[in-house]
């Protein structure tokens, strides 16, 4: 893969992740259901990785910012797919930890 297209996958999770409002309707009941999966033992890492290509996709048909552009190859869309993934870690294992410590104590412990 060439420096440019790691480049463009880069600067694409980093437009998604530094939006708070893609934060709020997106990443964050993101990571809330595939944490929530972690805990019921049914999460799947090949499938959580279609969740943040879902992300990437959303931001080419509803953000301002992208809403006009020519979607990037699928290549691109899927490195950055996996750049948010990596990104958000560790926020998904904090929630996951917050969730079965929650399920351990008899708490309702989905957080929604």
Do not use: C
């Not at 809403?67 to 490195?79: A, D, G, H, T």
């Not at 750049?83 to 917050?98: D, I, M, P, S, V």
């Amino acid at each position: 893969m060439t420096n440019e297209k790691i480049y463009e996958a880069t600067e694409i999770s980093l437009t998604l992740s530094n939006d708070g409002m893609t934060y709020r309707r997106v990443i964050k009941p993101t990571i809330l259901n595939l944490a929530r999966k972690k805990v019921q033992g049914t999460y799947r890492g090949d499938l959580a990785l279609v969740a943040w290509f879902n992300i990437v996709n959303w931001a080419f048909t509803n953000q301002n910012y992208y809403k006009n552009s020519i979607k990037p190859p699928i290549e691109i869309r899927k490195l950055a797919a996996k750049f948010l993934a990596e990104e958000w870690q560790w926020e998904l294992t904090e929630t996951y930890h917050k969730m079965l410590k929650l399920k351990k104590a008899g708490k309702p412990w989905s957080l929604r």
